[in-house]
């Protein structure tokens, strides 16, 4: 009895006001993942904006000096038509990482507006659902080269061909958190006392979207850099004159017995780039996921 009184009155008693629950913030960076997959790639986003601006220009050809061995004419050597290649990966640092950012911000304020219409209106949700599944039917490689060999590979037109097959998902996660949400006490008070529907979507479900999204997006951006890659190396993506990883593995490869130092590193660029962009969605998942969270606390 005296046992339990004790704990009675510990429990009873307040916590200091000084003590507050972390915030989510602070919970991120005490999760490792997040932590050391947010320094890697702060780090290759300081060298993709900065980097062009110490380097050699990446599409000057010097025949004299072509072929070259890292180490001999450059930091990771030169290609077959004397360029060096460090300064070509650099700056194929920055394409990669503005394909990705805009593919997911893109991506995830359409598939955001369009899940909370298809959750929440249940007249427009067949429509929307059956729009979104037949783009799901086709393979987004495919329908990327497709919308490029008709309007022509820019950086815009990358983009946009990348963009619609990610919106699909986004949708489809959205709109299962609307329904779940819908139905909660508080959305259905909200409703019986005559909310307007923008101000529900506003303050009671948009809210309960963000967590899930946030991580949907860091993977929607791994996932773009490499599609950007693939159609790249394919041929079907960024033009020649403008430095990216995917044209320049696939200009090497050619070369590649010989100077297997042309992929190597833009290869090694984009696999770390994107580990990192994986890293981080891991850590943040598990920090957003309340039943983690609640024990990181």
Partial sequence: MAEQSAHDTAAATPMPKGIKDPSVFQLALRNKSVFWGSILLALIVVIAAI?????????ALNPMNRLKAPGEAGLFGTDQLGRDVFSRVVNGARVSLIVGLAVAAVAVAIGLFLGLIAGYIRVMDALIMRVMDGLMSIPAILLAIAMISLSGATLATVVIAIVIPEIPRVVRLVRSVVLTVREE????AAISVGTPVPLIMSRHVLPNTIAPLIVQATYICG???LTEAILGFLGA?????IPSWGNIMSEGRTFFQLTPWIIFFP???LAVTVLAVNIVGDGLRDTLDPRIARNMR
């Fill in 51 to 59: 980097g062009p601006f110490l380097t050699l220009d990446p599409v």
């Fill in 185 to 188: 006490p508080y959305v259905e």
């Fill in 223 to 225: 996932s773009a850099m």
């Fill in 237 to 241: 993506g960024i033009p020649p004159e």
């Fill in 267 to 269: 290869g090694i660029c």
